[in-house]
């Protein structure tokens, strides 16, 4: 799926008189990424062979911020401009904590780079971008609609994180331009609210780019942030009423191993209770650094069992792509 694929009704793309910027600078700044990644990558199964999205260019020297999820274990990166061009691209980093990736063009762009907003004096009502790559067209007129704690199912949690209205369709790597025309976040995920369809508002979750100013020295000089990795079970966890179930584990993950089943319940980490999704992954981060034991109490069939899992460090397991 490109973002060719999708019509934006003209009625949502961004018009330039309404906006203090140029925006079709800013506009320019926005590339698509075509992604490939080996059939042997861990991650091949979960997120695919070919991975498509957007990245935002923020340094004339080509570097390109986008969502990690797009770039993880990408051996083959494409990079394609407004204006038709195609570039080869190299994946810096990833940066399992925020969800941040980085590429670097093996050519010249020749494109404008948007500075990096302030994006905690960000605030709710706020007019705002939210761009894939192609331009205007490709382009949605959107407001910052809430910013909260956000938990994803796949042992990932951000303690505040930015929420859009309308939702573009097309929102993985996309770039959220700020009133002052600068970049303030980057796409993840689209999400509903309300349960029948007519109530229901479809919004996108981005991540702030506060998150990546205090470790892209880190990421540029060694392809990780400086700090220990949190430790990680190969879980994925949804919530269930007032408790919180296993959906699935990772193939040869910890959990895995460790004999955790789909539809088991987590109760307890130790002896603390788990009330929902974010306080599991805060429960699990607070054992240690990865590597460390998370003692889990699980409710299987009506029976209480007690499960140690010997969490592991995701990186470790994911490829390193060679320049080519």
Not at 76 to 97: F, S
Not at 266 to 280: K, R, S, Y
Request: charged fraction near 20%.
């Amino acid at each position: 799926m490109t973002a060719s694929d999708w019509d934006i009704p003209e009625e949502m793309n961004p018009k330039a008189e309404d906006y203090a910027f140029d925006i079709v600078r800013a506009l320019a700044a926005v590339v698509s990424l075509h992604c490939y990644v080996p059939p042997d990558a861990f991650t091949a199964h979960t997120l695919g062979l070919e991975r498509g999205g957007s990245g935002v260019v923020i340094d004339e020297a080509g570097l390109i911020v986008t969502i990690g999820y797009l770039v993880t274990e990408a051996e083959t990166i494409w990079i394609n401009t407004g204006d038709g061009r195609a570039i080869a691209g190299h994946a810096l980093a990833v940066d399992q904590e925020t969800g941040f990736g980085l590429v670097q063009a093996l050519g010249d762009l020749r494109l404008p780079a948007l500075v990096l907003g302030d994006s905690d004096a960000l605030e709710v009502g706020d007019d705002c971008i939210l761009a894939a790559g192609g331009g205007r067209r490709n382009a949605v007129a959107t407001r910052l609609a809430a910013r909260h704690e956000f938990a994803g199912y796949w042992e990932y949690a951000l303690e505040d994180a930015f929420f859009t209205v309308p939702a573009h369709p097309f929102w993985g790597g996309a770039g959220l331009i700020g009133p002052d025309g600068r970049l303030h976040g980057i796409g993840s995920l689209v999400l509903q609210q309300g349960g029948r369809r007519k109530s229901r508002v479809d919004m996108n979750m981005v991540v702030p780019i506060a998150l990546l100013k205090g470790i892209l020295p880190d990421l540029l000089s060694q392809g990780r942030a400086n700090r220990p990795s949190r430790p990680w079970l190969g879980l994925y966890a949804a919530e269930d009423g007032d408790s919180v179930v296993v959906a699935g584990v990772a193939d040869h993950g910890p959990a895995e191993q460790a004999g955790l089943e789909i539809g088991d319940r987590i109760v307890a980490i130790g002896d603390t209770e788990i009330p929902n999704l974010m306080g599991l992954w805060r429960g699990i981060w607070s054992c240690g650094q990865a590597g460390a034991e998370v003692p889990l109490r699980l409710l299987r069939q009506d029976e209480l069992i007690d499960v140690t899992v010997k969490s592991a460090d995701r990186i470790s397991l994911l490829r390193t792509p060679a320049m080519h």
